[in-house]
């Protein structure tokens, strides 16, 4: 009789430790699968800030026609060269006013002058002379809590990048360069 429940307990335990590593298995999926929910989560809200911030330097490149001592006097916090506007963020996406060290995302607009008939050759298709100038504009957002460095221009084919895009205004800049 002893046996038998030898049997019995040795049974039971086997059940045991077999329902523990299933359950143990299924809180390793679940907990990995709130960690990549949790990471989708934070890369969505980051491009919705990205294409936000993006459309707001892109509207406000159409306003000023591509004129960045214009355009830097809509964002006074912001950095600027002749050709370029940058903005730096927190964490919380909001602007960083007094420093770099704090940013963790960076907005730059990079614009340039070049010939209308370049810009706009693609709508050949429609018997329309372009002449003059376009301002363009090339607008990239990055995420730069990984580096340590501040970025003057947009990289090149960047795993940082959030969101990227060019905007153009004919007609800006008449006068040759």
């Known amino acids: 009789m002893n046996e038998k429940n030898n049997a019995r307990s040795s049974l039971f335990l086997m059940e045991l430790i077999i329902a523990v590593f299933f359950f143990s298995l299924a809180a390793a999926v679940c ?7 949790h990471l989708t989560a934070e890369k969505t809200t980051n491009l919705s800030h990205a294409t936000v ?3 707001n330097l892109a509207e406000a490149f159409y306003a000023k026609q591509g004129d960045v001592s214009e355009i830097s006097k809509t964002y006074p916090t912001a ?4 050709d370029t506007v940058i903005l730096f963020f927190d964490k919380n996406w909001n602007l960083s006013v007094d420093s770099t060290k704090d940013a963790s995302y960076e907005a730059i607009l990079i614009t340039s002058k070049k010939e209308a008939s370049e810009v706009y050759g693609d709508v050949s298709e429609y018997n329309t002379d372009y002449e003059g ?3 363009v504009g090339d607008i990239a957002v990055i995420d730069i809590r990984k ?3 501040v970025l003057s221009s947009i990289p090149k084919d ?3 990048i959030i969101f990227s895009c060019s905007v153009d ?8 360069e």
């Open 31 to 37: 907990i990995r699968l709130f960690a990549s929910a």
């Open 53 to 55: 911030w993006s459309q």
């Open 79 to 82: 950095f600027t060269t002749p």
């Open 133 to 135: 100038y376009a301002m």
């Open 147 to 149: 580096t340590n460095e």
């Open 158 to 160: 960047s795993k940082d």
């Open 169 to 176: 205004c004919y007609g800006a800049g008449k006068e040759a």
